[in-house]
């Protein structure tokens, strides 16, 4: 088997005064972001009820799809909605206990505006 490619290089030049192709300008920006000191443990809480909050709407979403299937006429009957509205309740307070959290962490961090 040959090879029949060409290894001539072609070298294409063009005058100054021509403007052939695109032209790349390269802009660079820079920011300021906050950066809060967060412990472990306080990392390990906003984690948990994170999670707890998901798996309690999660929960609630699927007892009430169930109580949906089982019909709008015996939806309060048979408890699946109770459950349901427990499950989100317990959801939200899971975000409360998060937001009070979030809240302590920022209240607690000073901005040094020296840097």
Known sequence: MTNNLS????????SSSEKNGATITSVYVGRK???????????NNLSL??????????AASFV???AA?????NIFKDGTTLISILLYI???VG???KRNILKKIKE?????SDR
Do not use: C, Q, W
Request: no cysteine; proline share 2%.
């Open 49 to 58: 009820l994170n999670t707890f909050s998901i798996i309690m709407f999660s």
């Open 108 to 112: 607690e961090s000073s901005i040094d």
């Open 69 to 73: 299937r089982n019909g709008l006429e």
């Open 33 to 43: 972001v906050k950066v809060y000191a967060v412990h472990e443990p306080e990392l």
């Open 95 to 97: 975000l409360i206990f």
């Open 64 to 66: 009430l799809s169930i």
């Open 7 to 14: 290894t001539e290089s072609t070298n294409y030049r063009t």
């Open 90 to 92: 317990l959801g939200g």
